[in-house]
């Protein structure tokens, strides 16, 4: 059917724009499930019984978590940066440092890192050289230069070996090695079989002990194909990028976490170095172990291993603060493309106390085919074959936004769905929810977490989420409690004072004029 391919097209967009941070650590997962009134005590009890955590005494942390129902182990690295903190004309460097940590050490992904080092210096003068060449405007310099440079990384490339890290990994039975960056953390996992532990705690602590940050050059392209893809080309990317833009005026949440293309250009090997330093520090990582593992071990080979890293001050925190929005504000893209209207409001962070409440408005709002924007704007009305949104975006340890957004029908406009979908947040503030669509949402909400904790990796995920936004990870448990004490005089209450017009953004993306 077209509306399903389209969710899946705007979800997999947002994705790629923000990364999967919006799904994961909201506290509610959009699921069907069997209604339940049960207390959440006795999964936090049963967590709290095989769970071990300690901090070395350089700062970093680590989370276990026993399961012993199969022999395999899953690991989560969380870095506690993302696109939020980078430094302004540096954006999409948190991004672009997560690709080369692929890349290697100086022993691993190398041949002979003695004479490689050599050439990756000689390939970051050049690349000065290059830039103060285009911008004297010396072409004949400028072509010496750039010659020079591709003779210099072909015999740079000749002493790589290509993703040994992923090939070590794959032949020792991991699986799932990959990563993700957003606007607020950066987040590396791979799962291992039980018995090889210790070579996880030698890859992971090397790697983030000795990164060369190799290929820097051959990444960037990939990375600007990445944003062309994204945003460049993408009538939808583009329009958020706009929205987002609109709707901040000093936060950088405002920021693409991708980078903007002309950051993206500019940033130097420096560049990334100095930002890992600054903020992949002991303090500043927490690591998940979840599975089949005895606590005892991993805390030796921890001690072995990562305690090989040098303690070192705590990164800068995040200082900006984006004033209260007073009036309504809108964006207008022109693209090739079907119109789609978005809407968006500024709500508070996750730690706030009506955090839950806003989760559900969004599960009420736009949680499938049993939601109300669904149900109005594409089954009713057919006015939309895409409505839906997002609770906490573009992430949700900063306060955030309320994202909805359609895609208009053939023949149907952008107006049409703006006030259908008016007409349903309306409804939030003047009508009371029944009380059996409320428990249908709870549901849902508790289920679908509740489900995610069935996977080691998805246990790893939300534990480390909360351990890092909120101070503990038993604040998952305690906000699932919450969430059973939500009214609909909460929902009412917290509606009447969001949805307002000086509290919202409009984007408007429009065909292209001939």
Do not use: C
């Amino acid at each position: 059917m077209p509306h399903t391919w389209y969710r899946f097209l705007i979800t997999l967009l947002v994705v790629m724009l923000f990364g999967w941070e919006l799904f994961p650590t909201a506290a509610f997962a959009r699921t069907q499930a069997p209604a339940t009134d049960k207390s959440i005590a006795p999964y936090l009890d049963s967590v709290s019984d095989r769970l071990t955590e300690f901090r070395l005494d350089n700062g970093m942390k680590f989370i276990i978590l026993e399961r012993h129902q199969a022999p395999v182990v899953s690991f989560l690295t969380y870095a506690d940066v993302g696109g939020a903190n980078e430094p302004d004309g540096k954006t999409g460097v948190a991004h672009f440092l997560e690709h080369l940590a692929f890349k290697g050490t100086k022993r691993i992904g190398t041949v002979n890192y003695a004479a490689e080092k050599p050439l990756l210096d000689r390939l970051d003068t050049l690349a000065e050289q290059i830039q103060a060449a285009k911008t004297a405007k010396k072409p004949v310099e400028l072509i010496k230069l750039q010659a020079e440079f591709d003779k210099v990384q072909a015999e740079a490339l000749k002493l790589v070996k290509q993703n040994e890290l992923g090939q070590i990994v794959q032949q020792s039975g991991g699986v799932g090695l990959n990563a993700t960056t957003s606007v607020e953390a950066t987040r590396y996992f791979y799962s291992f079989p039980a018995n090889k532990l210790e070579l996880w705690m030698s890859l992971e602590s090397e790697r983030f002990l000795e990164p060369v940050f190799r290929e820097f050059y051959k990444e960037k392209d990939v990375i600007l194909e990445e944003r062309r893809l994204r945003v460049d080309n993408s009538p939808i990317g583009t329009t958020i990028e706009a929205l987002l833009d609109k709707a901040y005026n000093v936060h950088p949440y405002k920021r693409p976490t991708i980078g903007y293309e002309q950051d993206i250009r500019n940033l130097t090997r420096e560049d990334v170095q100095q930002f890992f330093d600054t903020y992949y520090v002991p303090r500043n990582l927490t690591i998940a172990i979840v599975g089949d593992v005895n606590p005892k071990q991993v805390k030796e080979l921890a001690q072995t291993y990562f305690g090989r890293f040098q303690a070192k001050p705590a990164p800068p925190k995040l200082k900006a603060v984006e004033p209260t929005q007073k009036e309504t504000r809108e964006v207008e893209v022109r693209f090739p493309s079907q119109p789609w209207y978005l809407e968006a409001y500024h709500r508070p962070a996750i730690m706030h106390p009506d955090h839950v409440v806003y989760e559900i408005i969004g599960s009420l709002l736009s949680n499938g085919r049993t939601s109300r924007l669904y149900k109005s704007l594409v089954e009713q009305q057919r006015i939309a074959l895409a409505a839906q949104g997002f609770s906490g975006f573009p992430g949700d340890k900063y306060p955030n936004l309320m994202l909805f957004y359609a895609l208009t029908a053939p023949n149907r406009t952008v107006d049409e769905v703006a006030a259908g979908l008016r007409k349903e947040i309306e409804r939030l503030k003047t009508e009371p929810v029944s009380a059996v669509e409320l428990d249908r949402v709870k549901t849902q909400a508790r289920a679908g977490v509740l489900r995610s904790l069935d996977s080691n990796a998805g246990m790893a995920q939300l534990l480390l989420e909360y351990e890092v936004k909120t101070g503990s990870w038993r604040n998952l448990f305690e906000q699932l409690e919450a969430l059973r004490a939500v009214t609909a005089a909460d929902v009412q209450r917290v509606a009447q004072a969001t949805f307002v017009p000086e509290n919202r953004t409009v984007g408007r993306l429009l065909p292209k004029e001939s």
